[in-house]
């Protein structure tokens, strides 16, 4: 039997536009039985929305926006910089290097970090992709060798089921850092929130961290993966003990900074 090639070409469109109309009735279908709802407020979205509303949408950007100083991640206008360091950081001891964020602790951002730490994992995707779009602008994505999500006690791990920094860390894009959890927290401390002041704050997390024997974290650079940061006890104290193990250089990445005017 002979196939001209106008009938191939009709049958090609035909077969296109049936696959086309499948799909979408299959959307629709999908839409109706399971509509999108927006992650952070459950209002009702498009499938083309990336799982928020506009309005959280909007929010967002809000939060995501604006300078900071990449020594302590406070906001901080370039111009107000003094060798890189704005004028609430100057006389700090900080022991991380550098630091890049993806945002500010405030409205939308902060409630999706909340639900993320309390069960609403499905917000990785968004959350992630925040993480991505700080470390792709932070200066420093090329030096990084290993990705360490600050840990949980295993008590508090066991108790929420999972760590919210290794779940962020796992949706990092990197050409050859991988993730290493040899940074461990042996002390089980109350939680930050519950302390007032920044003194106070380190007090509660001094000598909580150390390295499993055996790490390979000498001559290496770390990235110190976490939720939030407020007066930076927490990374401090890891990236001392990182540090006090052989590491050449720590930054740190965070969804949020909190705290801005302690």
């Known amino acids: 039997?002979?196939?001209?090639?106008?009938?191939?070409?009709?049958?090609?469109?035909?077969?296109?536009?049936?696959?086309?109309?499948?799909?979408?009735?299959?959307?629709?279908?999908?839409?109706?039985?399971?509509?999108?709802?927006?992650?952070?407020?459950?209002?009702?979205v498009c499938e083309t929305d990336n799982n928020l509303c506009k309005k959280c949408w909007d929010e967002l950007l809000f939060c995501t926006a604006g300078d900071y100083c990449r020594r302590c991640g406070r906001d901080a206008s370039r111009y107000a910089l003094i060798n890189g360091a704005c004028p609430n950081c100057q006389d700090n001891e900080i022991h991380f290097d550098r630091i890049a964020r993806s945002g500010v602790y405030a409205d939308t951002l902060?409630?999706?970090?909340?639900?993320?730490?309390?069960?609403?994992?499905?917000?990785?995707?968004?959350?992630?992709?925040?993480?991505?779009?700080?470390?792709?602008?932070?200066?420093?994505?090329?030096?990084?060798?290993?990705?360490?999500?600050?840990?949980?006690?295993?008590?508090?791990?066991?108790?929420?089921?999972?760590?919210?920094?290794?779940?962020?860390?796992?949706?990092?894009?990197?050409?050859?850092?991988?993730?290493?959890?040899d940074l461990v927290r042996i002390k089980r401390t109350k939680t930050q929130p519950a302390m007032v002041s920044p003194a106070a704050r380190a007090r509660n997390v001094a000598d909580a961290f150390a390295v499993r024997k055996g790490h390979n974290f000498a001559g290496k650079n770390i990235c110190l993966i976490d939720d939030i940061k407020t007066t930076g006890a927490t990374l401090n104290e890891c990236a001392k003990v990182l540090k006090e193990a052989g590491v050449s250089k720590v930054f740190a990445l965070v969804l949020a900074v909190a705290g801005q005017n302690i």
């Open 110 to 181: 902060q409630k999706m970090i909340l639900a993320f730490k309390n069960g609403k994992t499905e917000l990785d995707l968004t959350l992630g992709f925040l993480a991505n779009s700080a470390l792709a602008g932070s200066g420093f994505c090329n030096e990084i060798d290993f990705f360490v999500p600050v840990p949980l006690h295993w008590t508090r791990r066991l108790i929420r089921g999972y760590n919210q920094s290794l779940v962020l860390a796992g949706k990092l894009k990197h050409s050859t850092a991988k993730i290493n959890t």
């Open 1 to 44: 039997m002979v196939f001209s090639a106008e009938f191939c070409i009709i049958s090609s469109v035909d077969t296109g536009k049936i696959k086309r109309n499948a799909i979408f009735a299959l959307q629709s279908l999908n839409q109706l039985l399971w509509p999108a709802v927006c992650a952070n407020c459950g209002q009702s």
